[in-house]
């Protein structure tokens, strides 16, 4: 899927398509679309379709043809992050460069150590956005299914969520805690894995305590301190590569 992807409710079948309001405008005014080019529409759960341009009018308005409908299932294992919130627009950095790299769930998590605080109506605003960045970066980086963001989760509803995976990660720089390196942990090639990734503090020892007995193991990525709005990216980077979905 190489063409430009424009998000949409339900993903055609069959006949024309007009694709209008501000997917449309995108197409028109941003991406200047014009008779014969490709493009595709989606869901972003999934199902797809590879369309030609027909006609293009005014500025938010787009036909097309539909040549074919296709699904992409949910690939396996399923990866999610579990992100704890980092300062400033650090947050949606995360959620980009995860989405573009293929995770396929995010959980923003309030540690304890978290200088930011989603509450109230900044924190619907925080996760609004963190939602809109999936997906333009699912967009951007030609996904068909976008990953989905959680609401915002306690340790305790972290815990409760490690009970279902496969396999549990904490990512835990502090040498003086026992870890294993994530390269070399054996990971499961269905199911689901969670990688937890702490604030710019760290994991304190109750939520590593608290993860621990729920399943997840503290692994470590490498010699070099990560930032958390980068951790998620790397350790994701490399899942995908050692179970196969990159290969």
């Given at each position: 899927m190489t063409a430009p992807v424009f998000v949409v409710d339900t993903v055609p079948g069959?006949?024309?398509?007009?694709?209008?309001?501000?997917?449309?405008?995108?197409?028109?005014?941003?991406?200047?679309?014009?008779g014969g080019e490709d493009l595709v529409l989606t869901d972003g759960r999934?199902?797809?379709?590879d369309c030609v341009v027909l006609t293009a009018e005014g500025k938010d308005r787009l036909?097309?043809?539909?040549?074919?409908?296709?699904?992409?299932?949910?690939e396996e294992p399923r990866i999610t992050v579990v992100q704890a919130l980092p300062k400033g627009d650090r947050g949606e950095l995360?959620?980009?460069?995860m989405t573009e790299t293929g995770v396929d769930a995010v959980v923003p998590w309030a540690a304890s150590r978290c200088i930011t605080q989603w509450k109230g109506d900044r924190g619907l605003?925080?996760?609004?956005?963190?939602?809109?960045t999936a997906r333009?970066?699912?967009?951007?980086?030609?996904?068909?299914?976008?990953?989905?963001?959680?609401d915002l989760m306690?340790?305790?509803?972290?815990?409760?969520?490690?009970?279902?995976?496969?396999?549990?990660?904490?990512?835990?720089?502090?040498?003086?805690?026992?870890?294993?390196a994530l390269a070399t942990a054996e990971l499961p090639e269905k199911g689901s894995i969670v990688l937890i990734v702490g604030p710019e503090g760290g994991v304190s020892p109750q939520e590593l305590a608290a993860f621990?007995?729920?399943?997840?193991?503290?692994?470590?990525?490498?010699?070099?301190?990560?930032?958390?709005?980068?951790?998620?990216?790397?350790a994701t980077a490399l899942v995908l590569g050692r179970t196969g979905r990159w290969s």
């Open positions: 069959t006949g024309t398509f007009v694709l209008d309001g501000p997917e449309g405008r995108h197409a028109v005014s941003v991406k200047r679309l014009q999934g199902r797809w379709a036909t097309v043809q539909v040549l074919g409908e296709h699904e992409d299932l949910p995360a959620v980009e460069t605003k925080a996760l609004a956005k963190w939602r809109s333009e970066a699912g967009k951007q980086s030609r996904r068909s299914r976008f990953p989905e963001i959680a306690t340790t305790k509803q972290v815990a409760a969520l490690l009970a279902d995976a496969d396999f549990a990660a904490v990512l835990h720089e502090d040498r003086d805690h026992p870890s294993g621990e007995e729920a399943g997840a193991k503290p692994y470590r990525l490498g010699r070099s301190v990560l930032r958390t709005s980068t951790a998620g990216t790397a």
